[in-house]
């Protein structure tokens, strides 16, 4: 027993350690969140919380289940594959409150012209005019529903 | 305002449970979404790019990107004949407002479309050194950022520079394959406001994606495949100058 006489300092020093390490512990389980490591090295939960942000975009299916009509003369055109909101703009708004959010007023000057006017770099298949030339100023309606653009094509809207 | 002991020992087993509650954070966001069966890339065929910007704007407006920051871009390259190794590559405000006549009438010219490439083994998750930045199980690159500091060590990380600092949060941010979007079943901004369909979002885990037969019938290439990360943005018919 005399060797050990001291041993009440080592019981201190683990004591101290214990307290310590328990501590640490203790903080460690309050601070991190339930859903670390969850998947992998992060917060699972920010995946759902990401997730939820709501859409700004509605898609063109939600668009298509009211306005059938529009789909119909553009699946005869060459703007078939044109999704609404490619011109329309951003609409999830007015999917959720059809009565009181109305879309925008478009412009062809402006909508036509940023796909269709000649740019060096577009794929040479694709339909390019020079404005000035084409229209003499007249608006692109005139001739093109922008629905089905072929002339003469589509009469409706 | 004054507090007792009584009214503090009273608060603080209120506070506890209330901070319990903020770290089980929210339930999950889509309840018919199942992580494990999806495995999302990208797109893009170069030959149907027409530089209009549209992807840029819808970005924009879906995720709320910070004027002058960019989530995705557009960049026009110009290849004089004969010099692969020098192009010239003009990005006016990120291509949100389309591109200005050619002035060069020679050699080759195109557009790229450019976003985070959703690397399988992506550079920038490895390198966040608080665990703020992560692939998902269904492959897709997020950034957690009430967890992010702001290192910037991701933004340097990523080979593609697809990365920024929001000015205002302090965070680092990036494309997020609008996850708010396909976790619905809807597509992405960027695709669906893509008038030539130049984008497609691509599920690589369903069978029935077209993306399968697309790949198997078309010269399709990654951007750096040097760099072994992984990338899901599939370019078809890119030149070798791009970079």
Not at chain 1, 9 to 23: C, K, M, P, S
Not at chain 2, 21 to 41: Q, V
Not at chain 2, 141 to 169: H, S, T, W
Not at chain 2, 186 to 205: I, M, S
């Amino acid at each position: 027993m005399n060797r050990f006489k001291d041993a009440e300092h080592l019981l201190r020093v683990v004591l101290v350690f214990a307290t310590g390490a328990i501590a640490f512990l203790l903080v460690r389980a309050a601070l991190v969140p339930q859903s670390f490591g969850q998947y992998g090295h992060y917060r699972g939960n920010a995946i759902a919380a990401i997730a939820a942000k709501p859409i700004v975009f509605a898609g063109h299916q939600t668009c298509e289940a009211c306005h059938s009509d529009i789909r119909d003369v553009k699946r005869q055109g060459k703007h078939a594959g044109v999704n609404c909101e490619a011109c329309h703009g951003a609409l999830a708004k007015h999917t959720e409150d059809p009565g009181t959010i109305q879309p925008p007023k478009l412009d062809t000057a402006v909508l036509c012209v940023r796909c269709h006017e000649v740019n060096g770099a577009k794929p040479k298949s694709f339909p390019q005019v020079v404005t000035k030339e084409h229209s003499a100023g007249l608006p692109c309606e005139t001739c093109h529903q922008p629905h089905s653009p072929l002339i003469g094509a589509g009469t409706k809207p | 305002m004054k507090i007792n002991r009584r009214q503090i020992l009273i608060l603080l087993p209120v506070a506890a449970v209330a901070w319990d509650a903020i770290l089980a954070g929210m339930p999950e966001a889509s309840p018919n979404y199942t992580l494990t069966e999806h495995w999302w890339g990208m797109l893009v065929d170069i030959s149907k790019c027409i530089g209009c910007g549209n992807c840029v704007r819808a970005c924009a407006a879906e995720n709320d990107v910070p004027e002058g920051y960019f989530r995705t871009w557009v960049e026009r390259y110009h290849v004089a004949d004969y010099d692969l190794a020098n192009p010239v590559v003009d990005s006016p405000d990120g291509g949100k407002n389309g591109f200005p006549p050619m002035l060069e009438s020679d050699g080759k010219n195109f557009f790229i479309p450019k976003m985070c490439n959703h690397c399988a083994d992506s550079p920038c998750t490895q390198v966040c050194p608080v665990g703020a930045t992560f692939i998902t199980p269904d492959g897709v690159v997020l950034v957690d950022k009430d967890y992010c500091i702001g290192c910037r060590y991701c933004i340097q990380a990523c080979p593609y520079g697809c990365r920024f600092l929001n000015p205002e949060m302090h965070t680092a941010e990036k494309c997020t394959l609008c996850y708010h979007r396909i976790t619905k079943g809807l597509t992405t901004a960027c695709c669906e406001a893509c008038p030539t369909g130049a984008r497609q979002l691509a599920d690589l885990k369903n069978p029935k994606d077209p993306i399968h037969a697309f790949l198997r019938t078309h010269d399709v290439q990654v951007l750096k495949p040097y760099m072994a990360t992984g990338a899901k943005l599939f370019y078809n018919d890119l030149d070798g100058s791009v970079r």
